[in-house]
């Protein structure tokens, strides 16, 4: 049998890999908004000055924006289906890791 010790630098393990993936997943979320947001303003020549403080990002924009992304989301969605895939299935290997091995339960409630 398996020390406690053992066991919870294997929950950290499996910890950290779901972390990682999660961050790799929203890297991939951020790549493809920063792209869709260079797609928008370089197909729209911004003509209109109108000073300073003043937004440029018209209605038009936010709807050619949410096209992109949606585009972009489609044209990448076999990765973020196999990161979300992955993701899904780590949380649930800590979850039975934690149940079957009564990690992070209080003794209580630890019944055999």
Do not use: D, L, Y
């Given at each position: 049998m398996r020390s406690y010790r053992e066991l919870r630098a294997r929950l950290a393990r499996m910890e950290v890999a779901?972390?990682?993936t999660e961050h790799y997943l929203a890297i991939v979320?951020?790549?493809i908004e920063a792209r869709a947001e260079r797609m928008?303003?370089?197909?729209r020549?911004?003509?209109r000055q109108f000073g300073r403080g003043t937004a440029t990002w018209t209605r038009t924009d936010e709807r050619d924006f949410q096209a992109n992304i949606a585009a972009l989301r489609f044209e990448r969605r076999g990765e973020i289906d196999a990161l979300s895939r992955k993701l899904?299935?780590?949380?649930?290997?800590?979850?039975?890791?934690?149940?079957h091995h009564r990690i992070n339960e209080p003794e209580r409630e630890a019944v055999s």
């Open positions: 779901r972390a990682e979320e951020r790549q928008t303003t370089s197909t020549v911004k003509a899904a299935r780590q949380t649930g290997a800590i979850a039975a890791f934690r149940v």
